[in-house]
């Protein structure tokens, strides 16, 4: 048994040092794949009709030649890969102008026009700016983490304050309240939406990060691991009260 509970270990130990280095080069791999199979062939068949346009009737490289190596081979694979991160740089740098922006909000015009996309594109927009945009995640980032009693009294979440409760609300009840995410674990950008008045939010010494953490490892990683836990009043001093 002693042996067995040995390699048991052995084997935990192992698995949480090699697990998220193997999930993370998964994560990349899917990535560059997905970029590849849907980004990278096509500037590749681009970029071989480009080559075969401007050398003209010289055919100096045979259009056959141009696909086995561009849209086939390996090679062309990454190439096409650092073509397609290049032309996201160079389109950050546009929109990083004056001109840019106008052009991409006439772009973003007609898309939010247009009869079938205007009812999916805002929202996806709003997924990918939060991820990925530092600009918006400020506009729409959370101002603090707070922990609520919910669902129930004596039961506590945790939250994230996105702004001030409805107006009608306010002044119905006379009380100032906070609009709260109750994110779902594991995934952070799910929740409930509820409000609470202003004086039950206990706010936390968390960052949104370490909150993000908390919940997407079902409470395991916490920011206050090896932090010495103040005395809590034992069952005596509690019936007292």
């Not at 270990?9 to 993370?24: E, I």
């Not at 081979?73 to 740098?93: D, E, H, Q, Y």
């Amino acid at each position: 048994m002693a042996v067995t509970g040995r390699i048991k270990g052995y084997f935990l130990r192992g698995l949480a040092v090699l697990l998220p280095a193997v999930l993370t080069i998964w994560i990349f791999v899917v990535a560059y794949t997905f970029i590849q199979k849907n980004i990278s062939v096509h500037i590749n068949r681009g970029l071989v009709l480009l080559i075969d346009y401007l050398q003209g009737e010289r055919h100096i490289f045979l259009r056959e030649n141009l696909t086995e190596i561009l849209v086939k081979g390996k090679a062309g694979s990454i190439l096409g890969f650092i073509i397609a991160l290049v032309i996201v740089c160079v389109v950050g740098m546009l929109l990083a102008s004056v001109f840019g922006r106008a052009l991409w909000r006439m772009i973003e015009g007609f898309i939010l026009n247009a009869p079938g996309l205007r009812r999916v594109y805002p929202y996806v927009k709003q997924v990918t700016d939060f991820l990925v945009s530092p600009e918006q995640q400020r506009k729409l980032s959370f101002s603090r983490v707070v922990a609520v009693e919910y669902p129930r009294k004596g039961i506590w979440s945790l939250g994230m304050v996105t702004g001030s409760g409805l107006r009608k609300v306010t002044e119905s009840v006379r009380k100032e309240f906070l609009t709260v995410l109750v994110p779902t674990a594991p995934a952070p950008f799910t929740g409930f939406i509820i409000m609470v008045p202003k004086r039950n939010a206990i706010d936390l010494n968390m960052t949104i990060e370490e909150a993000f953490r908390f919940v997407m490892s079902g409470g395991v990683i916490t920011p206050d691991k090896g932090k010495e836990m103040p005395a809590l009043p034992g069952p005596d001093a509690e019936s007292k009260e």
